[in-house]
């Protein structure tokens, strides 16, 4: 991929989040999410000031993770299973998919196992979507008292995949909605629980979610063209 493109897309895309977030919030931080991506077309991201990378899969992540570790922080935004767990314990930076108990107990076993803590995200799902992951926003507080004692993991926020859809009004309201859990949970401030992070956002919707306060926005396509 040209590096020129690379950039004038990165940039385009920090320009929308700047206006979008304009003021009212702290402009979010650019995910680039590399999934289907090597990491030759990767690395160019490290000069373009990009410094977190999402991946959704750990079979795939495994496969490049030599060349990126050290160079940017990497999260694993996708779902995980728990089998899967022991390969990522001691390598990423955040995983941003906890959305059950069991997962959030074995990633804190793994991680307590290797002298860590890690840093996790809880997933909603705001549109309550069956075939995705994630858990509903009534069900958000009651994971986050039976998780955030464990020992090998640090809650750290929320993070949303939205409906595919263009309908504006519709992600407006889910966006905010999911803004709103946030901001609740974060005033209740349960203790073990930090909400720092609110991870939404995508190619299609970033600028939305940048006016509902997303502190991070995950973003594949807009940055490397669409996947084929
Ligand atoms: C692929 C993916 C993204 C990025 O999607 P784009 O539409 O390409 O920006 C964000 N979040 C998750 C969880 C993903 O799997």
Do not use: W
């Amino acid at each position: 991929m040209n590096m020129n493109m690379l950039a004038e897309r990165i940039e385009l895309i920090r320009n929308n989040l700047a206006v979008a977030s304009e003021g009212k919030y702290p402009v979010p931080e650019l995910i680039g999410v590399t999934k289907t991506h090597t990491a030759e077309e990767i690395l160019p991201l490290e000069q373009l000031g990009v410094r977190l990378i999402g991946e959704n899969r750990v079979q795939e992540l495994m496969s490049k993770i030599d060349a990126l570790e050290g160079r940017f922080g990497i999260h694993l935004i996708g779902r995980l299973q728990r089998n899967k767990v022991k390969y990522i314990a001691d390598r990423v930076d955040m995983i941003q998919s906890v959305d059950s108990v069991e997962l959030a107990e074995e990633i804190s076993r793994r991680c307590a196992a290797c002298g860590r803590v890690m840093p996790v995200l809880v997933e909603v799902n705001p549109a309550g979507e069956k075939q995705k992951g994630g858990v509903s926003f009534s069900q958000t507080r009651p994971l986050l008292e039976e998780i955030r004692k464990f020992e090998g993991i640090r809650v750290e926020g929320l993070m949303a995949v939205m409906p595919q859809t263009d309908d504006e009004e519709v992600l407006d309201s889910l966006f905010s909605e999911t803004r709103k859990l946030f901001e609740h949970i974060r005033d209740e401030a349960p203790e073990g629980v930090a909400m720092r992070e609110l991870s939404m956002g995508m190619s299609g919707d970033y600028m939305i979610a940048a006016r509902h306060g997303a502190t991070m926005v995950r973003i594949g396509s807009a940055v490397f063209g669409p996947r084929n």
